[in-house]
């Protein structure tokens, strides 16, 4: 006899577990479909948490072998643990998973280890024979790498960024197709290791969907770290033994031969072999489920969520849909702010930004106002050896509201959470530049970059 809930929802990655856990609080009887066996989803389990806990470690260990030296630390005999290493990662991953499924407990959501598949309005079907009967139904199916046409993964020589999280042996050349976050920050880590890396994008710049001024900065920031840029180029092909055919922007062939090759060209939503389209579910060409302003798709009662619906492909952004629609659910109003969502590259120095761009203004407003303070002026920055990069604020040209805020440097990650803040509340440069900052903090760039939209930043 088929199990009845007031809502099912497929997949436990950040926007799953986050709707079934907000719906559980609202009282609704949840279960939770999830066909790893260890819940999370991609992030937690080959994406988010283990790149950032090897960005770390791989950190320490650059630091350790060619950092140290400056602040009167001696030391010698630096050796890799590469295996240590990637066993710290996994057991962050472990205490990150289970702690997912103690919150399933605490909030007594149902959760089945299966495949799941939508086989009619309120009804999903589990590959272990079993049908969960729902009122409604959440989908949060996630994503999964785009795979080149002309270079399928093999997993071993061509591979995607789960396999990049796990090499057995540094590299001696990875080739990186796409200088986007995943490519520079995998792209990161195995140069901090030792490996020769060759970062290759059509773009002209790096993390091109960003401000124009942080791919430029990052690009020169990242070349004096080892990497190598081959930008503004076409790849022709990819040979099974890691052969690299690359046409220039000029028109120039180039060949780089890599012992691995890491496609990190983007991810598509996971959305095939769930009965979508058999159940009239209407997707894009790309296999993008189609929602309405309420997260429902064309078939009342099943709703979708995350990286399998329209908007960036970021772990925070599903996490709040899936809040959204667990009150929409509820009868309350659900909302999230897409002009507020932060973006993080988890390189060093890091890359964050919120709300437009700086050609996004513009293009919208005609003129602007911009401010920047670089983090060579900053006190704090300097006193922890961090002084690259920049803080940079874009406002409005009449109204002074904050249109904008892109910084790279060290730990921007957490700054930019306060650029969010004012943004969501539409504050202005002067609101900005009249917040006490703490002294001395790397916060207090952003104070100065609000100060420089009316010209009158005090340490620059």
């Known amino acids: 006899m088929a199990e009845h809930f007031d809502v099912v929802v497929i997949g436990s990655g950040p926007a799953g577990y986050v709707c079934a856990i907000r719906a559980a609080q609202l009282g609704m009887n949840v279960a939770l479909v999830e ?3 260890t819940l999370g989803g991609t992030c937690l389990n080959v994406g988010c948490i283990p790149s950032k806990a090897m960005l770390e470690s ?16 001696k030391v010698k005999g630096v050796e890799l643990d590469l295996p240590t290493m990637l066993g710290r990662k996994d057991s962050v991953v472990k205490q990150l998973t289970g702690g997912i499924g103690m919150l399933m407990k605490k909030n007594k959501v149902t959760v089945k280890n299966a495949w799941g598949s939508v086989k009619s309005a309120g009804v999903v079907a589990l590959d272990n024979g079993e049908e969960l009967q729902a009122k409604n139904i959440v989908i949060a199916a996630g994503s999964v790498p785009v795979e080149l046409p002309f270079a399928k993964f093999d997993h071993k020589v061509v591979v995607d960024s789960t396999d990049a999280l796990a090499f057995d042996k540094v590299p001696q050349h990875l080739v990186v197709i796409g200088a986007g976050v995943i490519g520079l920050e995998m792209g990161s880590v195995w140069q901090r290791l030792g490996a020769k890396v060759t970062v ?3 773009a002209d710049r790096p993390v091109a969907i960003m401000d124009a001024d942080l791919g ?10 080892g990497l190598e840029f081959v930008l503004g180029a076409k790849v022709q092909a990819i040979s099974a033994t890691g052969d690299v055919s690359i046409e220039t922007a000029d028109g120039k062939k180039l060949e780089l031969k890599g012992d691995k090759v890491l496609v990190a060209v983007g991810r598509r939503a996971a959305t095939q072999g769930m009965g979508l389209a058999e159940a009239g579910i209407k997707l894009t060409e790309r296999g993008v489920i189609e929602i309405d302003a309420h997260y429902q798709t064309n078939i009342p009662g099943i709703y979708a969520i995350g990286d399998c619906v329209p908007g ?7 996490e709040e849909e ?22 993080v590259v988890y390189t060093h120095p890091e890359i964050a930004g919120a709300g437009m761009t700086e050609a996004e203004a513009v293009a919208k407003f005609g003129e602007v106002k911009v401010g920047k303070f670089k983090f060579v002026a ?20 009449d109204t002074d509201e904050l249109l904008g805020v892109h910084m790279i440097g060290h730990n921007v990650s957490e700054m930019i959470a306060e650029a969010a803040v004012l943004l969501e509340f539409k504050a202005s440069a002067e609101d900005l ?6 002294h001395p903090t790397m916060s207090e760039a952003f104070k100065e970059a609000g100060l420089a939209v009316h010209g009158r930043a005090i340490h620059s």
């Not at 960036?312 to 599903?318: Q, T, Y």
């Not at 899936?322 to 932060?342: C, F, M, R, S, T």
């Not at 961090?386 to 409005?396: D, L, N, R």
């Not at 530049?433 to 703490?438: D, G, L």
Request: with cysteine; net charge positive; aromatic share 6%.
């Open 35 to 37: 066909k790893r066996e």
């Open 200 to 202: 290759v994008d059509i």
């Open 216 to 225: 430029i900065e990052a690009k020169k920031l990242f070349e004096k770290q």
């Open 58 to 73: 791989s950190h320490h260990y650059h630091r350790a072998a060619h950092g140290l030296g400056a602040h009167g630390v």
């Open 312 to 318: 960036p492909m970021l772990a925070h952004k599903g």
């Open 378 to 397: 900053n006190g704090r920055a300097l006193a922890v050896d961090e002084g690259q990069g920049f803080v940079k604020v874009i406002a409005h040209k």
């Open 433 to 438: 530049a009249r917040c006490v900052h703490a």
């Open 322 to 343: 899936g809040v959204a629609v667990a009150e929409y659910l509820a009868g309350q109003k659900g909302h999230v702010n897409y002009d507020a969502i932060p973006w």
